[in-house]
């Protein structure tokens, strides 16, 4: 792999920039749009299709040959570039669409294969967090790092539960790793947005984030903010993370081990 991290903190920048005027854009329509299901428990507004055709725009002019893999419109421009940009343009949308103040924009890049930078915007808070390989993790320009708690039983914990788990044997999975991520911890929260999750323990507000249920596009960002903050980000049980795996593991490191234990129970 052609590594070039000064070329990825450029392109952090820029990203940073395009992740600003859709978050101007969010907030005017915050409150003022309706939802439609995509499918039972998947919502999607116009603020959705309009934040990410913003996205869109501002890596387009900027990066003409880069691919952009979005949520709700696919893979756009050329497919065969080194370089993709892998877009959520409203991550939490049914927080947003309810009103519910926990929501953001995320833009990850990976290049090669490998994820090389990340922004993710709350608009409402305007708080931004990015990061790009080898260059740290800031928020609002300061840098950050993940928590130096050493122990579970010290640590707060979120996850991603998926909609419609339903009362099969994915609920009952599902049940069980809440059971065992709340037992003897400072317990654990549903926020409804990973990438936030991810951007929570970069900034050492928690310590783990796990999910069984995610999409590139929901963590590719904050896998990055993670990892250039200290922390590591694997699979649920400790394989190799991959952009497009269905499961993750984010942790402040000192405490991976002992999830990895609780998410093998």
């Known amino acids: 792999m052609s590594e070039n991290p000064a070329l990825y903190t450029e392109y ?3 990203a940073e920039a395009i992740a600003l005027r859709a978050g101007e854009y ?4 915050f409150g003022k749009v309706t939802a439609r299901e995509k499918k039972p428990g998947d919502l999607v507004t116009d603020a959705d299709l309009g934040s990410q055709d913003l996205i869109a725009e501002g890596l387009g002019r900027a990066f003409p040959d880069h691919a952009i893999l979005g949520e709700e419109r696919g893979l756009i421009a050329e497919a065969g570039n080194p370089f993709r940009w892998i ?5 939490g949308t049914m927080n947003f669409a309810h009103g519910f103040p926990l929501w953001c924009v ?6 090669e294969g490998e994820l090389v930078a990340g922004v993710i915007l709350d608009p409402l808070q305007r708080r931004l967090w990015s990061a790009s390989k080898n260059a740290g993790t800031f928020v609002d320009g300061e840098r950050v790092h993940v928590s ?5 039983s010290s640590s707060l914990i979120t996850t991603g539960i998926p909609a419609d788990f339903g ?9 069980g790793l809440f059971r065992r991520f709340s037992t003897g911890t400072h317990s654990v929260r549903r926020t409804g947005s990973s990438a936030l999750n991810l951007a929570f323990v970069a900034m050492g507000a928690c310590e783990v984030f796990y999910s069984t249920h995610v999409n590139a596009w929901d963590v590719a960002a904050g896998v990055v903010l993670v990892r250039e903050a200290g922390g590591i980000v694997t699979g649920l049980h400790g394989e190799p993370y991959l952009v497009d795996a269905p499961s993750i593991l984010a942790s402040n490191s000192l405490v991976h081990t002992e999830a990895l234990a609780r998410a093998r129970d």
């Open 12 to 14: 952090q920048r820029e």
């Open 148 to 152: 130096t708690a050493t122990t579970l």
């Open 106 to 111: 995320s833009i990850g890049l990976e290049h």
């Open 87 to 91: 877009v959520d343009p409203i991550d």
């Open 26 to 29: 969010l907030r005017g329509v």
């Open 167 to 175: 009362t099969g044997s994915d609920g009952e999975r599902q049940v």
